[in-house]
């Protein structure tokens, strides 16, 4: 893409605030001598080479770099500005000029931009991220490097196996990959290691509140370990 982007706006007649119903006979015609600003909380963007198709479509350019998404739309002319419309349009890349929303692939991986149209895509998804062409939609994700190569929304993070339960993994170091980027005791995943029984959620470092951090066996719940535990388990006091 070069430095301007081709964009087709479309949805409800626009009017003015003044009263005036442009779609009337009475009305000004649209010309150069309205001005079509786009809006949002972060930005206000005067459009540039606006071309009216009829009342409820417009295609103009806008700088590559800025987002396409939801914008109010205000559109001011010799009569004053119209009222502000939220959510009343489409905006969307409109490269070939035809009035159409584009499919936007940067990277030409075959998935378009997360806000263009996905029509004329070689294959349907929200690209994430639309420079890099090794991040798409079912890509091979790369766990742990803070990128989200399959655009799930999460980078996978490499967690511990929790068969139990406890908050702790295996003293063997058995890993799983969270997809959600997070390790869920609930998935069976932990962060910490060195539970010594992972067949049993009585048992993991620290169990025994009364005979500190060793891994240790408390099944009746006093706080101490128990005697006699199985074997590989810390006995307690």
Known sequence: MGGETTITISGRSMYQSVGVDLASAAAPRFDDSFRVTLKSAQTSLELTQVV???????????????????????????????????????????????????????????????????????????????????????????????????CSGQDAVTCLVDVDMDGFGSEDMSTTLARDGSCDTADQEATQSGDCDDASAFTYPGAASNDGTACMRDLDGDGFGDQSPPSGVVAGS
Do not use: M
């Open 52 to 150: 009216w198709i009829d009342l409820q479509t417009l295609r103009a350019t806008i700088p590559a770099t800025d987002k396409l998404g939801d914008f109010d739309v205000e559109v001011s002319g010799p009569r004053g500005t119209s009222n502000l419309l939220v959510g009343a349009f489409q905006i969307c890349a409109d490269e070939d000029g035809d009035g159409k929303c584009d499919c936007v692939d940067g990277d030409r991986d075959g998935y378009g931009r997360a806000d263009s149209d996905q029509s004329g895509c070689a294959s349907q998804g929200d690209d994430c991220d639309d420079a890099q062409a090794s991040i798409h939609p079912g890509a091979v994700e790369i766990s742990d490097d803070a990128v989200d190569q399959d």
